[in-house]
Nanobody
Framework: QVQLVESGGGLVQPGGSLRLSCAASGFTFSYYYMGWFRQAPGKERDLVAAITRSGSTSYGDFVKGRFAISRDNSKNTVYLQMNSLKPEDTAVYYC??????????????WGQGTQVTVSS
């Protein structure tokens, strides 16, 4: 049974940091491209960050050096370190897995999402 289980979301003040984790099981993690998406109420689901099987990374334009995606194949886990958080970063964050370059159209597996709220 395939599972992507996100954790680490919560409430944080503007300028603060959070680290999201996504634990994968039920598939060969190291063979997959991994990514993080986010969706705010009434908005589309956007790609936040992606990492290839070899560890190359890419980010949405709105990240602007504030976030970092990483993976640990020995733990079947992908991370998203988020710094300098802004209220507009408030959204549900989803972990995703794909056998191809990460786009919203190529995702094979989705996590259930974790809420991130940035507010004072």
């Amino acid at each position: 049974q395939v599972q992507l289980v996100e954790s680490g979301g919560g409430l944080v003040q503007p300028g603060g940091s959070l680290r999201l984790s996504c634990a994968a099981s039920g598939f060969t993690f190291s063979y997959y491209y991994m990514g993080w998406f986010r969706q705010a109420p009434g908005k589309e689901r956007d790609l936040v960050a992606a990492i290839t099987r070899s560890g190359s990374t890419s980010y949405g334009d709105f990240v602007k050096g504030r976030f970092a995606i990483s993976r640990d194949n020995s733990k079947n886990t992908v991370y998203l370190q988020m710094n300098s958080l802004k209220p507009e970063d408030t959204a549900v964050y989803y972990c995703a897995a794909s056998t191809n370059r990460i786009t919203i159209a190529t995702i094979t597996y989705w996590g259930q999402g974790t809420q991130v709220t940035v507010s004072s």
